[in-house]
């Protein structure tokens, strides 16, 4: 069957996603690997009644083919939306509505990327984007992560010797997977990178308001000034992963070519999702509602470092994020957390996390694992991390005695 598939399929590298999870926890198993929202903290009942004034408003017009593009009333609440919680100044016209954030990441690969175009990414960074990038054949370069995000030292020296990057890919707020978020000093930076080593910044930014301490940031695309950032949100983790409703605000050639994109794709996103999302919004106040769900997840984030503080090994390193849905632990390099979660945490624990490899362009590193805190409860979170402390103790002793041996 090769001779029938296209060379990016047959050549291509594996699956990322598919990557992800090994196996299966049984009835009582504990997820550490999933990316979810709580699902109690959806408003059903005021999308339900949304849905139907959408319908009832339009009756069986909302079921005909809409705008590629998204409701022009829609786009203009994100555009709002944009300037109230990023500092972002955009109109309707700069907006693209895309099926979640991974059609936007798909598309703005499709739009940029020819077999052997240069990208920086984070190391590690989000293994949705790999999937979606990998199939453009791209050419990697990897930037380290610092505390407070993408290392600017490391990245000018790959700019200065690869001076035909094209695109950078950056999560800015509670980064996915390591949840550090990158500063204000770092965000105007890279603007001024891009300007002088004429490349662009993808940011996607689909956490930035769920934080939980400190100060919010203005985006990245705030600083922009020549359209080199292509800013990339998504309702799915502050509303419903479900409606699949995703934006890509940019300038508006690109907002163009990535709607002709779009087009020959999926001619539009479902206009009955879109105009019930307008529903909601017209009759709900989105930020309350992020408001209302933030002390939940502050809880969970509090109570897994809480027990990770008590649990890990010293020379177990992980993040402090201050909002997201994820922490990152890095374990000593003798370490692999594959082989850990597929031998010891899925069979014996019954507890399951993502392991660091599927985040790095290259798979070269195998010491890290991602944490979700968010779709877990408190005791589920005090069972889970102290087995998992325990079983990496237990590696850990395991690879010192048999280096001694």
């Not at 001779?3 to 598919?18: I, K, P, W, Y």
């Not at 470092?305 to 003798?334: N, Q, S």
Request: charged share 25%; hydrophobic share 40%; proline share 4%.
């Amino acid at each position: 069957m090769n001779d029938v598939f296209a060379d990016r399929v047959v050549t291509g590298s594996e699956d990322r996603l598919a990557e992800m999870f090994g196996g299966s926890l049984g009835e009582n198993g504990i997820k550490f690997s999933a990316g979810n929202p709580n699902s109690e903290l959806f408003p059903i009942a005021q999308m339900k009644q949304a849905f139907n004034k959408a319908i009832d408003k339009s009756g069986s017009q909302i079921f005909e083919y809409q705008t590629v593009s998204g409701f022009e009333k829609l786009r203009e609440r994100l555009a709002q939306w944009a300037g109230q919680t990023a500092d972002i100044n955009i109109t309707a016209d700069n907006i693209l509505v895309t099926q979640g954030g991974q059609q936007a990441l798909d598309l703005i690969g499709k739009l940029m990327l020819n077999a052997g175009d240069e990208i920086v990414v984070e190391a590690p960074t989000y293994v949705g984007a790999l999937s979606a990038f990998d199939q453009y054949d791209p050419c990697y370069y990897d930037v380290e992560m610092d505390d407070d995000g993408i290392n600017l030292e490391q990245l000018e020296l790959v700019l200065q010797a690869h001076p035909n990057i094209k695109l950078l890919y950056t999560v800015p707020d509670f980064h996915n997977p390591t949840g550090v978020t990158l500063s204000f000093r770092k965000r105007e930076k890279l603007v001024e990178l891009a300007e002088r080593y004429d490349f662009f910044i993808l940011e996607d930014t689909p956490y930035r308001d769920l934080r939980y301490k400190g100060i919010k940031l203005p985006a990245i695309k705030s600083f922009d000034r020549h359209g080199r950032v292509l800013y990339v949100s998504s309702f799915s983790k502050i509303l419903m992963p479900g409606l699949r409703v995703g934006w890509v605000a940019a300038d508006k050639i690109l907002i163009e070519r990535l709607r002709k994109l779009k087009t020959s794709s999926d001619l539009e996103t479902p206009g009955i999702v879109l105009a019930a999302l307008d529903q909601y919004m017209e009759n709900n106040d989105l930020s309350k509602h992020i408001a209302e769900m933030l002390p939940t997840y502050r809880s969970r984030l509090e109570a897994m470092l809480a027990v990770l503080d008590k649990t890990m090994p010293t020379d177990v390193r992980y993040t402090r994020p201050e909002g997201g849905f994820f922490i990152w632990l890095t374990l000593p390099e003798v370490i692999d957390a594959q082989k850990l979660l597929s031998e010891i945490c899925i069979p014996k624990d019954r507890i399951s996390f993502v392991p660091g490899k599927v985040f790095y362009a290259q798979r070269n590193r195998k010491n890290g694992m991602r944490l979700n805190f968010s779709g877990v409860d408190e005791e589920q979170i005090k069972v889970g991390i102290t087995k998992l402390a325990k079983s990496i103790r237990s590696a850990i002793t395991a690879n010192k005695v048999g280096a001694v041996l």
